[in-house]
C-alpha cells in the first residue's frame, strides 16, 4: 500500500479508484551506485528506465511520492500522436531540419505505447480504437483541414471526416461539422498504464524506490551524488523527469514551465442503451472550444470528460456546474446522472508550445513542457534519452537540447490562465447551440 494517491485533497479519481496494483512499494533507505539515476516516476521517467535496462544499463529511479503521482497518473488517457500545435508551427519554432526530426519523431508515438502495452502484456485497458479532434463550429473546419493536410503531409495516416460521420462517431449532434479521425490512436486507463511500465521496469531490471524524494544533487568527482530522506544514490548520469509536478527539489525544471490545471469528471456507468449510443465506437474525443472539453468511456461504461481549470476551494462548484451543463448539453441522455468522481492535475506548458530538453550541467538532462500531451510523447522521450545516454551522443536525438531556460512571469500568466477559464465557464450559460437550435 502506498501513502498516496495521485489525487488532491477533496478529490476522487477514478484512476485511483480503478488501477492495477503498483508494483513500487519499496522506499530507498541505502547508499546506492549506479550507471543512471532518475528522478520522477510518471510516464518519461519510467520509460527511460524501462529502456535503459532492457539495455543491460545500471539504473536507480527515485519517485516523491507514489508511481504515476503527476500528470501521468491524472491524465484523460487520450493516445494521440503529435503535439497540440501543428507540425508547421514547430517547423516555425524550431527551423525546418530541426522541426522535421521533431515531429517525425512524435508522428507515430502511439504506437510505441500499444506496442510496449503488448510486448509487456501491460494490464490498462488499452483500446487502439481511434481517436477524434471535433469541430465544435463550421469555422473550426477550416483549422481542422489545414492541420490534417500538415498531418498527412508528415505521412500520418489521418483521415478528415464530414459532418455525419462526426456526429455518428460522437453520438453528440452538436458534434456535426466533421474532425481529424486518426484510427491508430487509442485510449488507455492513464495510471494503469504507469504502474504496468513500472512492472515492466522492475521486471527488467531498473531499480525503482517511491516516497523517496531527490533533496539535493551535488556534484561528487566526476559523478553526481543525490540525496534523499533515508539514503543516497551517486550516478555518472542523472534525468530530471519531474516535469511539471517538479518541487523545489529539482529546480531548473519547475521554472522551465507554466503550470496550467486540467479537471475531469466521470458519471456513473452509463445504462446499457445511453453507453451505447455515446461515442459508440469508443474512440477518444476532444473538440475545438476554446474551453476545450474531451469526452470518453472507461473500461465500466462511466463517461470521462475533461476541461481546463484546478477544483481547489471556490472554483470546485462553478467548474463542476459549468462540465454538467456542457455535458447535458453534448449527451443529453446523460441529464440526470451524477458525477461520482472529479479530479485535477497540472500540465507544463510552454511559451513557445514547444517541448523543451533542458541540460542542466553536464551529464543532468530535464525533458518538461509536454503542455498538455504527454502519454506518447513521454513514452517516446524515454526512450530516445534512454538511446542517446546509452550511446553517449546526440546526433540521433530528435529533440533539440538547450541550457537553462526560464518561463518569464510564470505565476502571473499561470494565474491569468486559470481565473481566465474560470470566468468563461462562470459567464457561459448557453455555450454550443444544438443544431435544431441553429
Ligand atoms: C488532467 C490532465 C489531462 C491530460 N490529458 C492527456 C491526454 O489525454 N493525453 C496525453 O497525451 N497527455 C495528457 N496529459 C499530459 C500528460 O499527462 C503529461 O504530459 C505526462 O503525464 C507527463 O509525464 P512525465 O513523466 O513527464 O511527468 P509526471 O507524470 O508529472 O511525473 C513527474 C513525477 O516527478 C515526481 N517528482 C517531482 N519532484 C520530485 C523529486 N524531488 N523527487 C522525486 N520525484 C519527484 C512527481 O511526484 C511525479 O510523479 C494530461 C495531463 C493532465 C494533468
Given at each position: 500500500?502506498?501513502?498516496?494517491?495521485?489525487?488532491?485533497?477533496g478529490?476522487?479519481?477514478l484512476?485511483?479508484?480503478?488501477?492495477i496494483?503498483?508494483?513500487?512499494?519499496?522506499?530507498?533507505?541505502?547508499?546506492?551506485?549506479t550507471?543512471?539515476?532518475?528522478?520522477?516516476?510518471?510516464?518519461?521517467?519510467?520509460?527511460?528506465a524501462?529502456?535503459?535496462?532492457?539495455?543491460?544499463?545500471?539504473?536507480?529511479?527515485?519517485?516523491?511520492?507514489?508511481?504515476?503521482?503527476?500528470?501521468?497518473?491524472?491524465n484523460?488517457?487520450?493516445?494521440?500522436?503529435?503535439?497540440?500545435?501543428?507540425p508547421?508551427?514547430?517547423?516555425?519554432?524550431?527551423?525546418?531540419?530541426?522541426?522535421?526530426?521533431?515531429n517525425?519523431?512524435?508522428?507515430?508515438?502511439?504506437?510505441?505505447?500499444f506496442e510496449?502495452?503488448?510486448?509487456?502484456?501491460?494490464?490498462?485497458?488499452?483500446?487502439?480504437?481511434?481517436?477524434?479532434?471535433?469541430?465544435?463550429?463550421?469555422?473550426?473546419?477550416?483549422?481542422?483541414?489545414?492541420?490534417?493536410?500538415?498531418?498527412?503531409?508528415?505521412?500520418?495516416?489521418?483521415?478528415?471526416?464530414?459532418?455525419?460521420?462526426?456526429?455518428?462517431?460522437?453520438?453528440?449532434?452538436?458534434?456535426h461539422?466533421?474532425?481529424?479521425?486518426?484510427?491508430?490512436?487509442?485510449?488507455?486507463?492513464?495510471?494503469?498504464?504507469?504502474?504496468?511500465?513500472?512492472?515492466?521496469?522492475?521486471?527488467?531490471?531498473?531499480?525503482?524506490?517511491?516516497?523517496?524524494?531527490?533533496?539535493?544533487?551535488t556534484?561528487?568527482?566526476?559523478?553526481?551524488?543525490?540525496?534523499?530522506?533515508?539514503?543516497?544514490?551517486?550516478?555518472?548520469?542523472?534525468?530530471?523527469?519531474?516535469?511539471?509536478y517538479?518541487d523545489?527539489?529539482?529546480?531548473?525544471?519547475?521554472?522551465?514551465?507554466?503550470?496550467v490545471?486540467?479537471?475531469?469528471?466521470?458519471?456513473?456507468?452509463?445504462?446499457?442503451?445511453?453507453?451505447?449510443?455515446?461515442?459508440?465506437?469508443?474512440?477518444?474525443?476532444?473538440?475545438?472550444?476554446?474551453?476545450?472539453?474531451?469526452?470518453?468511456?472507461?473500461?465500466?461504461?462511466?463517461?470521462?470528460?475533461?476541461?481546463?481549470?484546478?477544483?481547489?476551494?471556490?472554483?470546485?462548484?462553478?467548474?463542476?456546474?459549468?462540465?454538467?451543463r456542457?455535458?447535458?448539453?453534448?449527451y443529453?441522455?446523460?441529464?440526470n446522472?451524477?458525477w461520482?468522481?472529479?479530479?485535477?492535475?497540472?500540465?507544463?506548458?510552454?511559451?513557445s508550445?514547444?517541448?523543451?530538453?533542458?541540460?542542466?550541467?553536464?551529464?543532468?538532462?530535464?525533458?518538461?513542457?509536454?503542455?498538455?500531451?504527454?502519454?506518447?510523447?513521454g513514452?517516446?522521450?524515454?526512450?530516445?534519452?534512454?538511446?542517446?545516454?546509452?550511446?553517449?551522443?546526440?546526433?540521433?536525438?530528435?529533440?533539440?537540447?538547450?541550457?537553462?531556460?526560464?518561463?518569464?512571469?510564470?505565476g502571473?500568466?499561470?494565474?491569468?490562465?486559470?481565473?481566465?477559464?474560470?470566468?468563461?465557464?462562470?459567464?457561459?450559460?448557453?455555450?454550443?447551440?444544438?443544431?435544431?437550435?441553429?
Open positions: 500500500m502506498t501513502d498516496y494517491l495521485p489525487q488532491d485533497s478529490e476522487r479519481s484512476w485511483s479508484g480503478t488501477a496494483a503498483d508494483p513500487v512499494a519499496e522506499r530507498l533507505q541505502e547508499a546506492l551506485k550507471d543512471v539515476l532518475v528522478v520522477g516516476g510518471g510516464y518519461t521517467g519510467l520509460s527511460i524501462l529502456h535503459l535496462a532492457e539495455r543491460g544499463i545500471d539504473v536507480v529511479l527515485l519517485e516523491a511520492r507514489c508511481i504515476g503521482y503527476g500528470g501521468s497518473g491524472r484523460a488517457g487520450l493516445v494521440n500522436a503529435g503535439v497540440w500545435r501543428n508547421d508551427h514547430v517547423r516555425r519554432v524550431l527551423g525546418d531540419a530541426a522541426g522535421e526530426r521533431f517525425h519523431a512524435l508522428r507515430d508515438s502511439p504506437a510505441l505505447v510496449l502495452v503488448e510486448r509487456y502484456r501491460l494490464d490498462c485497458d488499452a483500446r487502439r480504437t481511434g481517436t477524434i479532434n471535433i469541430a465544435h463550429c463550421a469555422a473550426a473546419m477550416d483549422y481542422l483541414a489545414d492541420r490534417c493536410r500538415q498531418l498527412e503531409a508528415l505521412g500520418a495516416d489521418v483521415e478528415l471526416i464530414d459532418g455525419a460521420r462526426a456526429r455518428a462517431l460522437s453520438g453528440s449532434s452538436l458534434y461539422f466533421g474532425g481529424i479521425l486518426d484510427p491508430k490512436a487509442g485510449t488507455i486507463q492513464p495510471l494503469s498504464y504507469a504502474r504496468g511500465l513500472a512492472g515492466a521496469a522492475l521486471a527488467t531490471g531498473a531499480r525503482l524506490f517511491a516516497r523517496s524524494p531527490l533533496i539535493s544533487l556534484r561528487r568527482g566526476n559523478r553526481w551524488l543525490a540525496q534523499s530522506e533515508n539514503g543516497e544514490v551517486e550516478a555518472e548520469q542523472v534525468v530530471l523527469a519531474t516535469n511539471a517538479a523545489a527539489n529539482s529546480a531548473g525544471v519547475r521554472e522551465s514551465t507554466l503550470p490545471f486540467i479537471f475531469q469528471c466521470a458519471t456513473e456507468p452509463l445504462p446499457a442503451d445511453v453507453a451505447a449510443a455515446i461515442v459508440p465506437e469508443r474512440h477518444g474525443l476532444w473538440d475545438t472550444q476554446p474551453l476545450m472539453t474531451s469526452s470518453r468511456l472507461d473500461a465500466s461504461g462511466r463517461l470521462v470528460m475533461s476541461s481546463a481549470g484546478h477544483l481547489q476551494g471556490m472554483q470546485r462548484a462553478i467548474r463542476l456546474d459549468w462540465m454538467t456542457m455535458r447535458n448539453r453534448l443529453p441522455q446523460t441529464r446522472l451524477d461520482d468522481y472529479h479530479w485535477s492535475g497540472q500540465v507544463g506548458v510552454t511559451a508550445r514547444v517541448l523543451r530538453v533542458q541540460l542542466l550541467a553536464p551529464g543532468v538532462f530535464a525533458p518538461a513542457g509536454y503542455n498538455g500531451r504527454g502519454i506518447g510523447t513514452t517516446v522521450m524515454g526512450k530516445h534519452l534512454a538511446a542517446t545516454i546509452a550511446s553517449g551522443n546526440r546526433d540521433d536525438f530528435p529533440f533539440p537540447v538547450e541550457a537553462l531556460y526560464r518561463e518569464k512571469w510564470s502571473v500568466r499561470a494565474a491569468y490562465y486559470n481565473y481566465g477559464t474560470l470566468a468563461l465557464q462562470f459567464l457561459d450559460r448557453r455555450g454550443p447551440r444544438a443544431k435544431s437550435e441553429d
